[in-house]
């Protein structure tokens, strides 16, 4: 084996390493390129560095991700969430089950306006988990609906997985909200339904909640709730998704007009004041720094192994997996389950994804189709123990008798049924591709 593809492999190994004893992700992307890019070729390889981080950063596309993020930080600072939960808990509570139910279809809304599956998960942790855990709802299904809820915004759009696949993998930013709204819809329902069918197998996991509770908010109060908290992010939702998959809007436009929209939704329900303006603005900027930091760092990194012949290398790899496309797409998301379990979602998006992508595009892979495949299995990343940081995020805001072991316990069914949603769009690919191809994306 060639010298070089030998630093390639180290290269790569020593990234997991410095990951796995706590360097920062974006320290040792760059850690781990600078140090063998310069093994291998000196300081003249990063003559082409520059470029590169210019191509990126000056990348018009990306500009909608700090207006996306702004839009969900802004719903999430101004508490939107508190009284569309009571609303939601109001109308469905009467159902077995009704409860964890609407906790899915915030999760869901939270998910398509505020992408942040720490906000949504923290928010729904706090507003319903000591209320369900209260009116009887077995502990793990608690935990287990709220985690899975939460993580619904990495697949339903406006998602920030899609806009950074859209760049890696070269595609519309537009089609892939398109590809990835019926899948994202998909899941809502599986997650649901499962809770629906536990109503019924097992009822006293899931109680109703009582009559003369929901007798207590009159019904003319309920509907003024409704069309005050319930239908301004909805129309927000509509507006800035439609515009980008309508063709109306570029993607960076339509993100101008929901960061724009998201501080008018906040304004309509009283909750807009000038401490929420600046954090929203703070927590943006510490997001988004984060976010830009991680990719310029994998410049260096992507720079270095490709100039090591690890392109090529993965190349003559990957040729032995039986099976052409299928077992490619087949071993490329068993891969990123498994680093799921370890690392995040965006340190997979920049080492596997890009390595993969010359495969793909030689095998005939519909990107798009893979996209939305990737971002369905990224999606599990955030519930695998031990270091899922949904789990994390409830451990922090969950009563005291909820242990870490209910909220492992609880998550894995639902990890179970967003691998089935993943089934379902590998099985039959027009769940993904015949919004795309209606509306002539």
Known sequence: MPYTEILAILCILSFFVLLFVGVPVALTLAISGFFFGWLGFGTGLFNLLPARIYGVTANYTLIAIPLFVFMGVMLEKSRMADELMEVIGHIAGGLRGGMGLGIV???????????IVGATIVTLGLLTLPTLLRR?????????????SGTLGQLIPPSTVLILLADILGESVGTLFAAAMMPGLVLTAILGAYILIIGVVSP???PPIPLDERRALPTRVLIVKVLKVGLPPIALVIAVLGSIIGGIAAPTEAASMGALGSILVAAIAGRLSRQTLIDTVYSTARITAMMFFILICSQVFALSFRGLGGERLVHDAFSLVPGGATGLMLFMIAIIFVLGFFIEWIEISYIVV?????????????????AVLIATILQTSFLTPPFGWALFYLRGVA???????????????????????????FTFPGVA?????AIGW
């Open 105 to 115: 279809f915030v999760g869901m809304l939270m998910g398509a306006t505020t992408g």
């Open 136 to 148: 009887g709802y077995d502990k793990s299904l608690a935990c287990g609906t709220i985690c899975a």
């Open 204 to 206: 006293d996991k899931v």
């Open 354 to 370: 890009p390595m993969f992508l010359p495969l793909m595009q030689a095998a005939g892979v519909d990107l798009v189709w893979a």
């Open 399 to 425: 009563p005291p008798e909820v242990t870490t072991l209910d909220i492992y316990k609880g998550v894995i069914p639902f990890i179970g049924l967003q691998l089935l949603a993943l089934a379902l769009v």
């Open 433 to 437: 591709t015949w919004l795309p191809e």
